[in-house]
């Protein structure tokens, strides 16, 4: 390591990554291979007892994928992290580490579709309840910790369609006064635009798939760990009591900091298996390379998309808080002082036909269920993934029949403009027809 402490961009392109030892190769070599060969018997019994680090098999551990958990790791400003084969798989292995039948989970009701399902569907049948805040505000998600059966606060930096900002170091007060770690999803953020870890949160969790690959290549998740919550606090008996299946050790004794890793790798990998692959590894890893200089493209592209869309006579609202009439554009300047990323919903005026129509004629934005690639993407929430809704329940759901989502990429701005504009030229024609 040299004697400095390196920036972002310069992490970006190295944390994680090395000359491989044995070949010289300069870029991230793909370990393309399951298990590991062992030194000796004596060997193979240490690595199995988690007395001696090295790699086993690769759904506990590769090392393509080690160099991709370092890189967010060091960006985040984390001790630490884990990657999975998918942002849900991330969310999914660290619920299920804090997490029992019985046991009781406060999220943010603004989360992304699969998040609600996740907790409300599959945890739910598992015995985890999960209460829903409609809130922004920390003191109502306070109001909803049960003392004793509540194991996390979960949110997310950047909500969308809705682009609501978190108030991150207002629930990490609220978690952490009920000895509570905040896991935040700061998928849309991602660290170039804001680290929620300096803000308090205790645990950062990814869908590598958006904006950390970025070319709309590879599924992939990742759960980053500050090292600073205190799991021997009597909430989480399972760090403290004895694992018989690995001879006796406590994962906070034996393990300190690195206690919550540590166990999320041997005994939720080894137990759920949502290992991330190698090759997915290397092509997440070569996206955050670019990562600041694609995010920074992001959103200087999203803020003149916004404001051109805002300043149009044929939109009704556009939900970017970056925009001074965005009801979180303070907390956006507080929390991302860059800009709150690319993604965001706005209203056309005529409703569904128009919203439809605009999609339709879209040449240059592709009409997906993505976001965060280099690529524009453009979906029609009421017609697609809210499809089965009434108009009033769309209303109700915070859906407006009207609502486009939109992922702006990192063409030239005046490119997407003109194609939004000649899309909604065409669009209103159709409509009135
Ligand atoms: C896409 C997404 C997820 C799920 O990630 P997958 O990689 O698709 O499993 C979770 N949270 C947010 C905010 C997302 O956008």
Known sequence: MADRDYGFRTRA?????????ATGARALPIYQSSAFVFDSTEDAAARFALQKYGNIYSRLANPTVASFEERVASLEGGLGAVATSSGLSAQFVTF???????????????????????????????????????????????????????KLVFAETIANPSGDIADIAGLAEVAHAADLPLVIDSTIATPYLCRPIEWGADIVVHSATKFLGGHGTTLGGVVVESGRFDWSNHNFPLFEETVAHYGGLTWYGNFGEYAFLTRLRA????????????????????????????MQAHVDNARRVAEWLE????????????????RHHARAAQYLPLGPS????????????????????????????????????IIHPASTTHAQLTEQQLVDGGVHPGLVRLSVGIEDADDIIYDLDQALDAALKGASA
């Open 96 to 150: 299920a580490s804090l997490a029992g039948a019985g046991d009781h989970i406060v999220a943010s009701s603004n989360l992304y579709g699969g998040s609600i399902t996740q907790l409300d569907v599959t945890l739910r049948r598992f015995g985890v309840e999960t209460t829903f805040v409609a809130s922004d505000d920390p003191a109502d998600y306070a109001a909803a910790i049960i003392p004793g059966r509540t």
């Open 342 to 377: 690319s993604v965001f919903g706005f209203v056309v005026k005529g409703g569904r036909a128009v919203g439809q129509g605009l999609i339709e004629n879209v040449t240059l934005a592709s009409h997906l269920a993505n976001i965060g690639d280099a690529k524009t993407l």
């Open 267 to 294: 005994e939720q990998l080894r137990d759920i298996g949502p290992a991330l692959a190698p090759h997915s590894a290397f092509l997440l890893a070569q996206g955050v390379e670019t990562l600041p200089y694609r």
């Open 13 to 21: 392109v190295h944390a994680g990554n090395v000359p491989d030892s």
């Open 311 to 326: 300043a149009d006579p044929r939109i009704e609202t556009v939900n970017w808080a970056g925009l001074p009439s965005h």
